[in-house]
């Protein structure tokens, strides 16, 4: 790229210079013939002034035929001893014939205007390079002296071409250096972005570009702090890809483990068959659950999931499923209750009730996982939407974690108490579902002063009446 560019700002120059020069030399040229022109009129008038009086008579007499032919031979003879280009003296006859010197090289009788001359004017112009100029000094017996001048106008560059070609040199040998330098700075970036991408390519995630200064907002220095940024997101997608996998496979030997103990045992007639099948029943529903999770967050993604939206009211279905996770909540010793205004004042919206509910299980699901003593459901209308609210007294969220929690795979650096396994879907199948209805999920949490988890679903527009969610609650083994 350096080379390409050196010869791209050296051709540039060259051209630039060569188009200036050429330029200067045709105006210049045209200057010169004018200039030129202009004075050879203003010289042949004053020549041929002082011609006219060397052919004035003494005493107010004029000169005879023999004095004007001889004066007209003595100025050609002056002419040429002092050897004078471009001027001739000539006569012209009665019938309009030249007499006398030759005219210069590139000027014609035509080009001289008689006529004009006889008037007592002058002729002038320029043949290319060659300015001309004439005048007319009346002769007695009506025959006409015609004096001519003509002169080069080529200017060229002259002396001057010397220090011209002096300057383009140094013009080119600046513009090559010019180059050089902004090759190595604009080309110095951009190898250093493709020897990280390559080590990024290559599995090497922690590799990072310097870090531009905050104030430099040029694209090179953009494109290094992308590359930084997704190398840093490459770094912590496989950071959560370990994690992910780690609590997968935990998840799933934990029950196998259960379930194949059991199995061997109810195998050789150890143990109680009834206890046993209950315990095989609880981890293969617990299985169930996770792949139930995996695939829901795959057709998410995928967009191939389906909705079946209908009109019902959201502080029922809050009702329902706080019902559900009744038993689990005691078990966990943790105290669950709906809101006194959950029920109270209907939330009509129009969504898929099955995946609110899947929505609102997940919610307080997380929520015990992590509450010291209760959780509260709640739902409450506010302006054109009803907002479905799931508050623990845990510990909170770390202020780190906060802009992650709704991301798949991701796992919180506070984990709760109780020791659970957490393949980190849940909440990502929140955000997903919650956004393809036309809600809003949202997370506000304070250290030491617990979390809500906060579902703003539209309500509904049409003023039909209301489906109540079915009186079978929903449990946390037969939720998804």
Do not use: W
């Amino acid at each position: 790229m350096t080379r390409r560019l050196v010869l791209l700002l050296v051709s540039l120059v060259t051209a630039t210079l060569l188009i200036a020069g050429l330029g200067t030399l045709v105006l210049a040229n045209v200057r010169a013939r004018h200039t030129t022109e202009q004075d050879l009129r203003k010289q042949a008038a004053r020549v041929a002034a002082n011609i006219g009086d060397l052919f004035d008579g003494s005493d107010g007499q004029p000169l005879t035929e023999q004095q004007v032919r001889q004066r007209l031979r003595q100025l050609q003879l002056l002419r040429k001893l002092l050897d004078l280009d471009g001027f001739a003296v000539m006569t012209v006859t009665l019938n309009g014939t030249l007499e006398g010197d030759q005219l210069p090289n590139g000027v014609t009788t035509e080009q001289l205007q008689l006529d004009r001359l006889r008037s007592g004017g002058t002729a002038s112009g320029n043949n290319g390079n060659l300015a001309y100029a004439a005048a007319g000094v009346p002769l007695p017996n009506g025959r006409l002296a015609v004096i001519v001048l003509a002169q080069e106008a080529n200017s060229g560059l002259g002396p001057s071409a010397r220090y011209f070609l002096l300057a383009a040199a140094a013009t080119a040998l600046l513009g090559v250096l010019a180059a050089l330098i902004v090759g190595r700075q604009l080309t110095q970036p951009i190898r250093a972005v493709t020897s990280a991408t390559k080590k990024i390519a290559a599995g090497e995630l922690s590799t990072r570009l310097p870090e531009p200064a905050a104030r430099t907002t040029h694209e090179l220095a953009d494109l290094s702090r992308n590359v930084n940024s997704m190398a840093e997101s490459l770094e912590r997608s496989r950071t959560l890809e370990q994690q992910f996998l780690l609590s997968v496979s935990h998840d799933l030997r934990t029950p196998l483990t259960s379930i194949r103990g059991f199995a061997d045992a109810i195998s050789d007639g150890a143990g109680d068959p009834a206890r046993a099948a209950a315990v095989i029943h609880s981890e293969a529903r617990r299985l169930e659950r996770l792949v139930a999770d995996l695939l829901d967050l795959a057709k998410l993604q995928a967009s191939s999931f389906s909705l079946h939206p209908e009109q019902f009211d959201l502080a029922q279905l809050a009702i329902v499923a706080v019902e559900g996770f009744e038993p689990d909540a005691a078990e966990r010793g943790i105290d669950i209750s709906a809101a006194p205004t959950a029920g109270s004042t209907p939330a009509p919206v129009f969504a898929d009730h099955d995946r609110l509910a899947q929505v609102a299980a997940n919610l307080i699901e997380n929520a015990l996982k992590y509450a010291s003593g209760c959780v509260i459901v709640s739902v409450v209308v506010d302006g054109n939407r009803a907002v479905l609210a799931v508050e623990d007294d845990g510990p909170g969220i770390d202020v780190r974690d906060l802009p992650h929690v709704f991301e798949r795979l991701y796992v919180a650096r506070r984990q709760p108490s109780r020791h659970e396994s957490s393949s980190g879907l849940g909440l990502a199948i929140v955000k997903q579902l919650v956004h393809a209805m036309g809600g809003e999920v949202a997370v506000t949490s304070q250290a030491g002063a617990g979390t809500t988890f906060t579902v703003r679903m539209p309500l509904a527009a049409m003023p039909a009446p209301v489906v109540h969610a079915p009186a079978t609650a929903i449990t946390p083994r037969e939720r998804g």
